[in-house]
T-cell receptor, first 113, second 113 residues
Framework: AQSVTQLGSHVSVSEGALVLLRCNYSSSVPPYLFWYVQYPNQGLQLLLKYTSAATLVKGINGFEAEFKKSETSFHLTKPSAHMSDAAEYFCAVSGAGSYQLTFGKGTKLSVIP | EAGVAQSPRYKIIEKRQSVAFWCNPISGHATLYWYQQILGQGPKLLIQFQNNGVVDDSQLPKDRFSAERLKGVDSTLKIQPAKLEDSAVYLC???????????FGQGTRLTVV
């Protein structure tokens, strides 16, 4: 079984500041890990995914995440926040080889001008 | 390439009424998922199809929810009778196969009053 915990339901950053969204996972099998973004009234868009290759994963829109097995973490970062990054972000986990996803509760990112 | 199409986008019904949602996956995608996203939570998998067969419906409340994908293409999700707690966004996703990335539709927002 897999589960995901996202720390912080709401994160606010200033435009140009570092974005850090936290995700910890639990999995009984080697995991695949994902970050999705959801804009208001839209579906989910994949930002990046870890599928047991490189532990540092680069995604779209300047985001990246690092898989740390020892910490069971997969935190999402972006060096400089942009107003267009304001959205809700979901971390998800699946068992390796599967794309049947278990999602966290989400973190809403606000970007302050 | 057309994305995953869902209809209707919005639906308001009274409790104890019935409702159906429709999903048209990306052409050629054999795997189809239905997720329920309650406000303030991450999406939760309801059912997974492979072609016209059910792979996993362990989290589908079968006393009131049903889903079908008769010809292995379009899918419908039905709720009968609806309860207040069924108010949520219902997301459909599809993938080429179970081992590849799923793409999400925009969802159907259901409000039960």
């Amino acid at each position: 079984a897999q589960s995901v915990t996202q720390l912080g339901s709401h994160v606010s950053v200033s435009e140009g500041a570092l974005v850090l969204l936290r995700c910890n996972y639990s999995s009984s099998v080697p995991p695949y890990l994902f970050w999705y973004v959801q804009y208001p009234n839209q579906g989910l868009q994949l930002l990046l995914k870890y599928t047991s290759a490189a532990t540092l994963v680069k995604g779209i829109n300047g985001f990246e995440a690092e898989f740390k097995k020892s910490e069971t973490s997969f935190h999402l970062t972006k060096p400089s926040a942009h107003m267009s990054d304001a959205a809700e972000y979901f971390c998800a986990v699946s068992g390796a080889g599967s794309y049947q996803l278990t999602f966290g509760k989400g973190t809403k990112l606000s970007v302050i001008p | 390439e057309a994305g995953v199409a869902q209809s209707p986008r919005y639906k308001i019904i009274e409790k104890r009424q019935s409702v159906a949602f429709w999903c048209n996956p990306i052409s050629g995608h054999a795997t189809l998922y239905w997720y329920q996203q309650i406000l303030g939570q991450g999406p939760k998998l309801l059912i997974q199809f492979q072609n016209n067969g059910v792979v996993d419906d362990s989290q589908l409340p079968k006393d009131r929810f049903s889903a079908e994908r008769l010809k292995g293409v379009d899918s419908t999700l039905k709720i009968q009778p609806a309860k207040l707690e069924d108010s949520a966004v219902y997301l459909c996703a599809s993938s080429f196969d179970p081992n590849t990335e799923a793409f999400f539709g925009q969802g159907t927002r259901l409000t039960v009053v």
